[in-house]
C-alpha cells in the first residue's frame, strides 16, 4: 500500500463513451502527477498539478482532461478516446515538485483502460 | 533532447548478483532514481543520486557517474521476488521552472532458481 489510491482498476469503453479516472492519496503531498505506461514503452508524463494548480501539460490531446478539485484528489476524465490510448494510467503523487530527494514519487496501482 | 536507455531484459540465478545498467542524455540532470515495479502493481520507489558514488541500501545500491551519464543499480543475493521491471528514471528541469522525471522503458529481470 502505497498511500495513493486509484479507481477504478480496470476499465473498458468505447470510443463515443465518457469516464473518469479517479486518484486519491493520503500522504499529506502537494503535488500530483498522471502518468502513461504503454507496453515497451516508457512511462509517460501527461500532467502535473501542484497545490491544485496545473503546472505541466505534456502535449496531452484534448480528449484526456484532469481536474484536481484540491490536493488530495486528481481525476482524468476521458471522452472520444481511440484504441491507440489504450494504456495503463498511473497517478503520483509527491511531498513537492522543488529540488529535493523529497520529490520521490509515490504511485498508485493504476487503472489498465482498454478502448474498443 | 532527452534520452534514457537502459537493457529491455535480464535474468539473472537465486543467491546471485546482477548489475542493471542506465545510460542517460538530458541537458538539465537533477537527480536520478530507480524504481521497482512487479507486474500489475505501483512502482515503488528504490534510490535516489544526486551526486556521483554508490548509495547503499541493504541488498541493492545505486551508483551515479554524472560526467559519463552512466547510473547502475546492483542488486545483492537475489532472491525470486527480485523478478520486476526496473525502471531507470531521470530528473530534469530542461526548458522550465518544473522538475520533471523522464523515465527508461524500464528492465525487465527474472530470477530463476
Known amino acids: 500500500e502505497t498511500g495513493v489510491t486509484q479507481t477504478p482498476r480496470h476499465l473498458v469503453m468505447g470510443m463515443t463513451n465518457k469516464k473518469s479516472l479517479k486518484c486519491e492519496q493520503h500522504l499529506g503531498h502537494n503535488a500530483m502527477y498522471w502518468y502513461k505506461q504503454s507496453a515497451k514503452k516508457p512511462l509517460e508524463l501527461m500532467f502535473v498539478y501542484n497545490f491544485k494548480e496545473q503546472t505541466e501539460n505534456n502535449s496531452v490531446p484534448s480528449r484526456f482532461s484532469p481536474e484536481c478539485p484540491n490536493s488530495s484528489h486528481l481525476f482524468l476524465h476521458l471522452h472520444t478516446l481511440q484504441p491507440e490510448d489504450s494504456a495503463l494510467y498511473l497517478c503520483?503523487?509527491?511531498?513537492?515538485?522543488?529540488?529535493?530527494?523529497?520529490?520521490?514519487?509515490?504511485f498508485g496501482s493504476g487503472t489498465q483502460l482498454s478502448v474498443l | 533532447g532527452q534520452n534514457i536507455d537502459q537493457p529491455t531484459e535480464m535474468t539473472a540465478t537465486e543467491g546471485a548478483i546482477v548489475q542493471i545498467n542506465c545510460t542517460y542524455q538530458?541537458?538539465?540532470?537533477?537527480?536520478l532514481f530507480w524504481y521497482q515495479q512487479h507486474a500489475g502493481e505501483a512502482p515503488t520507489f528504490l534510490s535516489y543520486?544526486?551526486?556521483?558514488g554508490l548509495e547503499e541500501k541493504g541488498r541493492f545500491s545505486s551508483f551515479l557517474s554524472r560526467s559519463k551519464g552512466y547510473s547502475y543499480l546492483l542488486l545483492k543475493e537475489l532472491q525470486m521476488k527480485d523478478s520486476a521491471s526496473y525502471l531507470c528514471a531521470v530528473r530534469d528541469h530542461e526548458g522550465g521552472a518544473t522538475n520533471k522525471l523522464i523515465f527508461g522503458t524500464g528492465t525487465l529481470l527474472a530470477v530463476q532458481p
Open positions: 538530458t541537458s538539465g540532470f537533477n537527480g
Open positions: 543520486n544526486v551526486l556521483d
Open positions: 503520483a503523487s509527491s511531498q513537492d515538485v522543488q529540488d529535493s530527494d523529497l520529490e520521490k514519487l509515490f
